[in-house]
């Protein structure tokens, strides 16, 4: 079994609705939990980051991390074409393996207008 | 500022062939990073350098794969000889000091996407 899973999907949307995108993990150790978004052909870019539990929002993203159910989520609100792209959760741990990322496998999301 | 460069873009080579990919960091960025993406999945870290140094070397596969960063700044990861089973995209990341005090962005290039036949 993964450390970290993820749906694969693929999610498709229009225009316009929310998505909902999540993770599962299963090392207690994680304290950093991020969200990438990858586009075709181009590497992962960071769209939000949260330290340990809680609620975090950035414009029409919101993360969550719920420690204890070891999940986390990724909301996108007023979903826009232009946010087709595959979104990947990555995790790490503290300490020595601070910079060590953990990723699920990335949920393919088509918004179409 | 210029991101991370990666080059070549697009390798493609014969098994048993070998082949060496390059990446150029953020300027002042110290914490280089080499991750392998299949297909379908997310990137999965080969090695990481803090500096010369490699600090985290545990997920590469050293019979074949073998990089160096020479001076802390460029840094070439090479696979000899090639199997099929490494097409992938070798993707590289900078960040600034991951000392664990503070968040530290890791930014990625664009890959490398080697196809071995």
């Known amino acids: 079994q993964k450390e970290v899973e993820q749906d694969p999907g693929p999610l498709s949307v229009p225009e316009g609705a929310i998505v909902s995108l999540n993770c599962t993990y299963s090392?207690?150790?994680?304290?950093?939990f991020m969200w990438y978004r990858q586009y075709s052909r181009k590497g992962p870019e960071l769209l939000m980051y949260t330290y340990s539990s809680g609620n975090k929002e950035d414009g029409r993203f919101t993360a969550q991390v719920d420690k204890s159910s070891k999940y986390i989520s990724l909301f996108i609100r007023d979903s826009q074409p232009s946010d087709s792209a595959t979104y990947l959760c990555a995790m790490s741990a503290g300490g020595t393996s601070y910079g060590k990322l953990t990723f699920g496998q990335g949920t393919i999301l088509t918004v179409h207008p | 500022e210029a991101g991370v460069v990666q080059s070549p873009r697009y390798k493609i080579i014969e098994k048993k062939q070998p082949v060496a990919f390059w990446c150029n960091p953020i300027?002042?960025?110290?914490?280089l990073y080499w991750y392998r993406q299949n297909l379908g999945q997310g990137p999965e870290l080969l090695i990481r350098y803090e500096n010369e140094e490699a600090v985290d070397d545990s997920q590469l596969p050293k019979d074949r794969f073998s990089a160096e960063r020479l001076k802390g700044v460029d840094s070439t990861l090479k696979i000899q000889p090639a199997e099929l089973g490494d097409s992938a995209v070798y993707l590289c990341?900078?960040?600034?000091?991951?000392?664990?005090?503070?968040?530290?962005?890791?930014?990625f290039g664009p890959g490398t996407r080697l196809t071995v036949l």
């Open positions: 090392n207690s150790a994680f304290q950093y």
């Open positions: 990341a900078s960040s600034l000091d991951p000392s664990g005090k503070n968040f530290n962005e890791q930014f």
């Open positions: 300027s002042g960025h110290n914490t």
